[in-house]
Each structure stands twice: as C-alpha cells, then as structure tokens.
C-alpha cells in the first residue's frame, strides 16, 4: 500500500488549518504588515521545495509556501472583517 497520498494530503489539511488563525494572530497584533512576513515565509518555502530531494518534504513545503503567498491576501481580507466588526482590533492598528 502506498500512504504517501493520504500522508500529503493530511499535511495539507493541517497546514491549512494552521495557517488560518495564524493570519488572525499576525493581523491582530502586527496588522497589516504582516504580509512581509507571509511573502518572505512563501519566499523560503518555495526554495526549500525546490532543493529538498525527497517528494514528500518537497511537496509539503510546496503546500507551505502556496499557503503563505495565499495568507498574504487573507490578511488583506481579515482587515476588513476587523473594520467591519467581526474581529476585534488588535494592538497592531493604528489609531
């Protein structure tokens, strides 16, 4: 048998799952800023994918930097939740 899919495909569920309060918390307290962090994080995932040579981590960190490029939107998105009052502002806005 070859768990190899359901391995990845875990993987991704769980970095999902991550990811998503990870850009309420970056938002919360660094604001929206926090998409350098988010593009440098894809930046070096991306690398990684590329020079690792075994397929699962290459694929893993693929899944790594693809959600943090995405985060990058989602935290342009949750600045929005925030100014609509669906989230609390954090001590990274700006009064």
């Known amino acids: 048998m070859n768990f190899t899919g359901l391995l990845v495909g875990l993987s991704t569920f769980l970095i999902i799952g991550l990811f998503h309060p990870l850009v309420i918390k970056a938002e919360y307290y660094i604001g929206v800023k926090s998409w350098i962090i988010f593009a440098l994080?894809?930046?070096?995932?991306?690398?990684?994918?590329l020079f690792v040579n075994h397929l699962i981590w290459s694929t893993i960190f693929g899944v790594v930097a693809f959600s943090s490029?995405?985060?990058?939107?989602?935290?342009?998105?949750?600045?929005?939740?925030?100014?609509?009052?669906?989230?609390?502002?954090g001590p990274g806005h700006k009064k």
């Open 69 to 89: 490029f995405w985060s990058i939107l989602e935290v342009i998105h949750q600045r929005e939740r925030v100014r609509k009052g669906w989230f609390p502002e």
């Open 41 to 49: 994080a894809g930046i070096l995932f991306a690398v990684l994918s």
